[in-house]
């Protein structure tokens, strides 16, 4: 059952399902989440790279040598810098976007621990005022226009009811731009909220075991699924044997 549902889980995120490949294992282990999309591949002064995109971090390997796992994080030493500048534009050209060190949105999202990206920074209007939009695993950032000093996050206005237009748009946002969406209503999409499971990554799926049939989503943290009209019920894939 965990092994259906893990390998479906990534094709819907468009990712290929190698459990036996170390960045899998490490992401696993380490409790990093789902993969948000693709495996991509980096060079730097010669050597080729294989990275991937979880909810939490973005881990690499070299190319023939797939037991070596890093993550971005710990590409701290003045001679990593390279490859550390080198998968960041590896990891915002796969969202849609050019790595920019010196814009706000990119400076906050290095110094604060929301993931990484899942889609190009967008405007939206909200109540007659203008605001830019970034979307990340693990919240939404957001400013007035052209005030970059004033990074708010959903995760700061979700329960403030004066701020529910604005909330309200973020979310819906976050859900489109991941690849699921937001309903309110879905059992599993309040279990996400509630647990903070970070961006939807898929639509809901079905699949089946044991001739039972399950309904699962994949989220930034986790997968979660339940048997059809037992929505009570929910379970993790975190808690799953695969």
Same mark, same amino acid.
């Given at each position: 059952?965990?092994?259906?549902?893990?390998?479906? +889980?990534?094709?819907?995120?468009?990712?290929?399902?190698?459990?036996?490949?170390?960045?899998?294992?490490? $992401?696993?282990?380490?409790?990093?989440?789902?993969?948000?999309?693709?495996?991509?591949?980096?060079?730097?002064?010669?050597? /080729?790279?294989?990275?991937?995109?979880?909810?939490?971090?973005?881990?690499?390997?070299?190319?023939?040598?797939?037991?070596?796992?890093?993550?971005? =994080?710990?590409?701290? $030493?003045?001679?990593?810098?390279?490859?550390?500048? %080198?998968?960041?534009?590896?990891?915002?050209?796969?969202?849609?976007?050019?790595?920019?060190?010196?814009? $706000?949105?990119?400076?906050?999202?290095?110094?604060?621990?929301?993931?990484?990206?899942?889609?190009?920074?967008?405007?939206? $209007?909200?109540?007659?005022?203008?605001?830019?939009?970034?979307?990340?695993?693990?919240?939404?950032?957001?400013?007035?226009?052209?005030?970059?000093? =004033?990074?708010?996050?959903?995760?700061?206005?979700?329960?403030?009811?004066?701020?529910?237009?604005?909330?309200? %748009?973020?979310? +819906?946002?976050?859900?489109?731009?991941?690849?699921?969406?937001?309903?309110?209503?879905?059992?599993?999409?309040?279990?996400?909220?509630?647990?903070?499971?970070?961006?939807?990554? /898929?639509?809901?799926?079905?699949?089946?075991?044991?001739?039972?049939?399950?309904?699962?989503?994949?989220? =930034?943290?986790?997968?979660?699924?339940?048997?059809?009209?037992?929505?009570?019920?929910?379970?993790?894939?975190?808690?799953?044997?695969?």
């Amino acid at each position: 059952m965990g092994q259906k549902l893990l390998a479906e +889980a990534y094709r819907q995120v468009g990712a290929v399902d190698h459990q036996d490949w170390a960045i899998a294992r490490v $992401a696993r282990t380490d409790a990093l989440g789902m993969p948000t999309g693709p495996s991509f591949d980096i060079s730097v002064a010669g050597r /080729s790279y294989t990275a991937q995109s979880f909810g939490r971090e973005t881990l690499l390997s070299p190319i023939g040598d797939w037991q070596r796992v890093e993550r971005l =994080a710990a590409l701290i $030493a003045p001679e990593q810098q390279p490859l550390r500048e %080198a998968l960041l534009h590896g990891i915002y050209r796969q969202a849609g976007e050019t790595y920019h060190p010196d814009w $706000a949105f990119h400076q906050y999202a290095l110094s604060t621990p929301i993931g990484p990206p899942i889609s190009a920074s967008f405007r939206i $209007a909200v109540a007659g005022c203008q605001y830019s939009v970034a979307c990340y695993t693990l919240d939404v950032i957001y400013c007035p226009v052209d005030h970059w000093k =004033a990074i708010g996050r959903l995760s700061e206005i979700r329960n403030d009811r004066q701020r529910q237009p604005l909330a309200q %748009a973020l979310q +819906a946002h976050w859900a489109d731009r991941g690849g699921g969406q937001a309903r309110p209503d879905w059992p599993l999409y309040q279990y996400a909220l509630r647990e903070n499971l970070g961006a939807p990554l /898929s639509p809901s799926f079905r699949i089946t075991d044991n001739q039972h049939d399950y309904v699962a989503e994949a989220f =930034a943290l986790d997968l979660i699924f339940c048997e059809i009209d037992n929505w009570k019920a929910i379970s993790r894939l975190s808690s799953t044997e695969i």
